[in-house]
C-alpha cells in the first residue's frame, strides 16, 4: 500500500490538532489552552474523538488508518458517498484499521474515529496506485454541546451516533462538543464556540447539572443565559438551538441535592429562551426534549438515563423534521 502525507487537511470535526514525533492527535478544545478546561481537560473527555473523521477522495478499493496503540477496545467505520459501508470493531492495542472492499472508481470516503477515547493518528495508507487526496466539507458547520447523551459512548460505531446521522441527513459538517459528565455550562465552553465558525448551533442542557448537583436552581438560569449572550458577542445571528433534557424516568420526580427535577430544568430553559427572544434574538430556538425523547421511548434507555444503540439512532433519525424550522434558517443563511 501506499502511504499519504499526513497532514492537517485529513481531519474534520476537530477543534485542534496535535502534532507529535509519531502523528497527529485530534482534540475538541484547543489543546495549548488544556489546563484552561479543569479538570484535566474537561475531566478527559475533550481528547476522546467523537465526531471527528478523516476525509479522502480516492479510487482506492483499501484504506488503512494506523494509530498509537489503542487505550481500550474501540470502533471505527468507513463511510462511502455517505453510506455505511464497513465497522471495525478493534481491541486495546491495536495499531491499525484496514477497510478493504470499497467500490471501484472515485469516491468520497470518511473515516469516523472512535467516540469513546482518544487517538494519535499516524498514517494514512491507500492502494500502491491509487489517487488519494484530502476532502474539504463546504457543508453549513454545526457545532452541538452537550453530556454523554450527545458523546454517545453507547452507539454501535461512531457514526451511528445520533450527532452524526443527524449531521449527514441535515447536510451539516460536525463538531461534537458532547462531554460525558461534564456538561456544566463552563464558560470557557461559551468562549469556545463564540469563537469557532459555525452556521448552526444546538445544546442540550441540564442532565449533568441535576445529577452532578453542581448548579442551584437560583444560578441554573443565570449561568445559561450567560451561556448564550456569550456565544452571541460573535454569533448575532447564527441559529441557534437550545434543547432541555429528554426523558430521563425517576429525575422527572425525584428532588436532586440542590432540589431540582428535570422539568423545573425544562421550564428554566424555555423561560431563559424567551426573554433573550423578547429581548430581540430571532435565531433563538427552544425545544422541548421530551418532544425528541419521551416517556414512550423509556425501552430505548438503559439505565434510566442513556439511551442504547438504537435509542441513538432513534434520536438521529427524529432530528431533522423535529428541528426543521431551526433548519431551515440556516439553509436561508447560506443561500
Same mark, same amino acid.
Not at 137 to 149: A, E, F, K, L, Q
Given at each position: 500500500m ?6 492537517d487537511e ?43 473523521r ?12 494506523s ?9 471505527m467505520?468507513?463511510v462511502v458517498?455517505?453510506?455505511l ?7 486495546g ?9 470499497l467500490k ?10 472512535p ?7 499516524t ?10 487526496v484530502?476532502l ?21 460505531s ?5 450527532p ?16 460525558s459528565?461534564?456538561?456544566h455550562? /463552563?464558560p470557557?465552553?461559551?468562549? &469556545?464556540?463564540r469563537? !469557532? %465558525?459555525?452556521?448552526?448551533?444546538? @445544546?442540550?442542557?441540564? $442532565?449533568?447539572?441535576y ?23 460573535k454569533?448575532?445571528?447564527t ?10 424516568t425517576?429525575? /422527572?420526580?425525584?428532588?436532586n441535592? &440542590?432540589?431540582?427535577t !428535570? %422539568?423545573?430544568?425544562?421550564?428554566? @430553559?424555555?423561560?431563559? $429562551? ?11 430556538y ?9 416517556p ?5 434507555l438503559t ?8 435509542g ?12 426543521d424550522f431551526a433548519?431551515?434558517?440556516?439553509h436561508r443563511?447560506?443561500?
Amino acid at each position: 500500500m501506499k502511504q499519504l502525507p499526513l497532514t492537517d487537511e485529513w481531519f474534520h470535526g476537530a477543534v485542534s490538532l496535535e502534532h507529535g514525533e509519531d502523528g497527529i492527535k485530534p482534540w475538541r478544545i484547543p489543546y495549548m489552552d488544556y489546563e484552561l478546561y479543569p479538570p484535566g481537560g474537561i475531566d478527559g473527555k475533550a481528547e476522546i474523538c467523537a465526531g471527528v473523521r478523516l476525509r479522502l477522495r480516492t479510487d482506492s478499493t483499501e484504506v488503512a488508518v494506523s494509530f498509537a496503540p489503542l487505550a481500550d477496545a474501540a470502533a471505527m467505520d468507513c463511510v462511502v458517498e455517505g453510506r455505511l459501508c464497513q465497522t471495525l470493531s478493534l481491541s486495546g492495542g491495536a495499531t491499525e484499521a484496514l477497510f478493504s472492499g470499497l467500490k471501484d472508481g472515485i469516491k468520497d470516503v470518511e473515516i469516523w474515529l472512535p467516540q469513546n477515547i482518544g487517538i494519535t493518528v499516524t498514517g494514512l495508507r491507500t492502494d500502491a496506485h491509487a489517487v488519494g487526496v484530502p476532502l474539504p466539507d463546504t457543508r453549513p458547520r454545526w457545532i452541538t454541546y452537550g453530556s454523554s447523551i450527545t458523546q454517545c459512548v453507547g452507539a454501535s460505531s461512531p457514526s451511528r451516533a445520533w450527532p452524526a446521522i443527524a449531521a449527514e441527513a441535515c447536510g451539516f459538517s460536525l463538531t461534537n462538543l458532547g462531554f460525558s459528565g461534564n456538561c456544566h455550562m /463552563e464558560p470557557m465552553i461559551g468562549r &469556545l464556540i463564540r469563537d !469557532l %465558525p459555525a452556521d448552526f448551533i444546538s @445544546i442540550c442542557a441540564g $442532565v449533568n447539572i441535576y445529577g452532578g448537583g453542581t448548579l442551584s436552581p437560583r444560578m441554573f438560569k443565570p449561568l445559561l443565559i450567560g451561556l448564550l449572550e456569550t456565544i452571541r458577542d460573535k454569533h448575532r445571528d447564527t441559529p441557534l438551538l437550545v434543547i432541555s433534557p429528554i426523558y430521563g424516568t425517576v429525575r /422527572e420526580t425525584q428532588l436532586n441535592s &440542590l432540589g431540582f427535577t !428535570l %422539568p423545573i430544568m425544562r421550564e428554566f @430553559i424555555r423561560e431563559a $429562551v424567551e426573554l433573550l427572544k423578547a429581548r430581540g434574538d430571532r435565531q433563538l430556538y427552544y425545544q422541548d426534549g421530551l418532544k425528541w425523547f419521551g416517556p414512550e421511548d423509556e425501552a430505548f434507555l438503559t439505565d434510566g438515563l442513556h439511551p442504547g444503540a438504537e435509542g441513538y439512532e432513534l434520536l438521529g433519525r427524529r432530528f431533522r423534521n423535529l428541528h426543521d424550522f431551526a433548519l431551515r434558517a440556516v439553509h436561508r443563511n447560506a443561500e
